[in-house]
């Protein structure tokens, strides 16, 4: 258990609508990060953050937008959700940002834009 | 980024021991070598990393050969829970971990 927990969980919602999906981390890691995944593109990264307020955009930030006002929470908006960003969204922690800090995953959120 | 090959499948024995192998020729001096693993449905679960020397720890061994193009992965007593893909990651930053195929590793009972 990495004490990682995002919410919800599962969510199904209407193109066009706003969805807010949250991270909450348990550590006090300095590092979170929001992925996808998607079938035949593996684990990509949307955006992270590396302080409260300090934010930068990963592969595939457009749609999305993040926000972290405290260390243990880190929040991926979609602002107007659509198809495309059906997707299996991961949150993940590391104390580091370099190499040999381990990255932490959560269990997942499970989105569907219909 | 270092680029990874990796056998699409392979099947062990439930209680033999389960050696899971990675190609990473291109891996930089700096590039820790990672292993996470998935469960269908469930996040990426971390295993183990190391950089140049072999590493143990409560779930697996890390073998790294010493030109650092390869490592092995080995679970010692593979059970039916660890059926799952595994992933080899070299890793200069979490903003370049890459998440290739992956190995996907059947324990038969």
């Known amino acids: 258990d990495a004490g990682i927990t995002q919410s919800p969980r599962h969510k199904v919602t209407e193109t066009g609508t706003p969805v807010t999906l949250r991270c909450h981390q348990t550590?006090?890691?300095?590092?979170m990060y929001w992925y996808r995944q998607d079938p035949g593109h593996g684990l990509r990264l949307i955006h992270y953050?590396?302080?409260?307020?300090?934010?930068d955009k990963g592969e595939v930030s457009d749609g999305y937008s993040v926000s972290r006002s405290k260390t243990e929470d880190f929040l991926l908006t979609l602002e107007s959700a659509t198809s495309s960003q059906t997707s299996v969204y991961f949150c993940?922690?590391?104390?580091?940002?370099?190499?040999?800090?381990?990255?932490?995953f959560g269990e997942g959120s499970w989105l569907t834009v219909v | 980024d270092a680029k990874t090959t990796q056998p699409p499948s392979m099947d062990c024995a439930e209680g033999r021991a389960a050696n899971l192998p990675c190609n990473h020729s291109t891996i930089s001096g700096n590039e820790y070598v990672y292993w996470y693993r998935q469960i269908h449905s469930q996040g990426p679960q971390y295993i183990i990393h190391g950089l140049k020397n072999n590493e143990t720890n409560e779930m697996a061994s890390l073998i790294i050969t010493e030109d650092r193009k390869s490592s092995t992965l080995i679970l010692p007593h593979a059970t039916l829970r660890d059926t799952a893909v595994y992933y080899c990651i070299p890793s200069g930053s979490a903003r370049q971990l890459t998440f290739g195929s992956g190995t996907q590793l059947t324990v038969l009972p």
């Open positions: 993940a922690i590391s104390a580091g940002h370099d190499s040999g800090n381990t990255i932490y």
């Open positions: 550590e006090n890691h300095r590092y």
């Open positions: 953050s590396y302080g409260v307020k300090d934010t």
